[in-house]
């Protein structure tokens, strides 16, 4: 058997390669270049702060590093349910549960609640891992466009089930635009569905507190919220929000959690200070300040729409999303190229993300660079 030979060679220009960078703060350091960083999911700067990074240590010193086993073997610990009881209050559920990443929680989560008697209608756009959730479900799927809710509905009309449930993105990683999360609800609760809201990056970026999308429309029995702690929130790790009875349910269910070791206890202590610091709501407000200020200046941009930390320039053609990323490296950013197949062909893009941590004069240099390309 020839392995050399297992993956059919891909071409040149779609190769994905590592970068081998480090992050500092704002900046980026690849190939020995420093570049101001307009990529990461760190919406709110958390990862680097101080008193996150003092509470795991204080963690890992207390009790060590790993978890050492699943959560419903040994490897539990108070803080994961303090931490889910504060989350829960703070969206405004009964219950929630920790696990161990968005990928994690989102392929458990379908898994768990889906069979082959269950109808999924699912935004096209929605992240890979509810794709795949719903892959392993062995539901049936209906793939509605983009939030196309009139398409949506004609669905719900045409294909009665047992259980129906409406699967969508919050805000939508790679365009950042955002559900229509009111008339989800409509259709949730005209039509018997429970609707998961996958809001990774809504959460800790939009609404009061970074409350997210839903922000106080949250908490009906028929609304699970997901969640992630790698993005706003600086850590690592994902909850799902619920009632109380979709919750106890999914700890008994939940395969992605149970089969899997528990989260090291550290990550959940330096995610436990994220959450209040949103909470506060100072580095929130200057997370939406500086959206604001960016989608204001760069009104004569083509950008899609997005009132989210997720702006994305579209340009076409792999080549042309290539070149315009070396460009604006050249005048000191990190802007990806994001291309097939996580967008659609001739979908390629710049793919910007605002932080909390960027300065007006930043934000006006990359605008600058972006009017020149
Ligand atoms: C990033 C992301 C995930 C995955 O979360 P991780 O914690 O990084 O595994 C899930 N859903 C959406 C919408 C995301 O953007």
Not at 72 to 99: I, T
Not at 228 to 245: D, R
Request: hydrophobic share 40%; net charge neutral; proline share 3%.
């Amino acid at each position: 058997m020839d392995t050399r030979n297992w993956f059919s060679p891909l071409p040149k220009k779609s190769q994905r390669r590592f970068l081998k960078s480090q992050r500092k703060q704002l900046w980026i350091e690849i190939d020995q270049k420093t570049l101001l960083n307009f990529s990461s999911n760190d919406y709110l700067g958390l990862s680097q702060h101080p008193e996150l990074c003092q509470a795991a240590i204080s963690s890992i010193n207390a009790e060590g590093l790993g978890s050492g086993a699943s959560r419903l073997v040994s490897g539990d610990h108070p803080v994961f349910h303090a931490f889910e009881q504060q989350l829960a209050h703070w969206k405004g559920y009964e219950d929630a549960l920790l696990v161990g990443s968005g990928m994690l929680a989102n392929i458990g989560l379908l898994q768990a609640l889906a069979n082959r008697h269950t109808s999924l209608f699912c935004d096209k756009l929605n992240h890979a891992s509810l794709v795949d959730g719903a892959r392993l479900s062995q539901a049936k799927v209906y793939r509605y466009a983009h939030n196309d809710l009139v398409q949506l509905e004609r669905l719900l009309q045409q294909h009665d089930a047992e259980r129906r449930i409406i699967v969508s993105d919050g805000v939508f990683s790679m365009d950042g635009d955002a559900a229509d999360t009111d008339a989800l609800m409509v259709l949730a609760e005209e039509y018997q569905c429970l609707l998961i809201v996958d809001d990774a990056h809504g959460l800790g970026v939009m609404g009061s507190q970074g409350k997210g999308l839903l922000a106080e429309k949250s908490g009906h029995d028929y609304l699970i919220e997901v969640g992630t702690l790698g993005k706003s929130f600086g850590s690592y790790g994902a909850f799902i929000l619920g009632s109380q009875a979709m919750i106890e349910g999914l700890r008994q269910r939940q395969r992605t959690m149970i089969y899997s070791t528990a989260l090291p206890a550290c990550l959940i202590q330096a995610a436990s200070v994220a959450l209040e610091r949103m909470q506060q709501g100072e580095r929130v407000e200057k997370l939406q300040h500086n959206i604001h200020f960016f989608v204001k200046h760069a009104q004569h941009l083509e950008l899609l729409p997005s009132k989210s930390a997720i702006q994305a320039l579209v340009l076409g053609s792999e080549e042309r999303a290539l070149s315009a990323s070396d460009q604006l490296a050249k005048e000191g950013f990190f802007v990806p190229a994001i291309r097939p197949p996580t967008v659609p062909i001739n979908r390629s893009r710049l793919r910007i993300t605002i932080s909390a941590l960027h300065e007006e004069k930043d934000i006006l240099r990359l605008i600058q660079a972006l009017s020149h390309l």
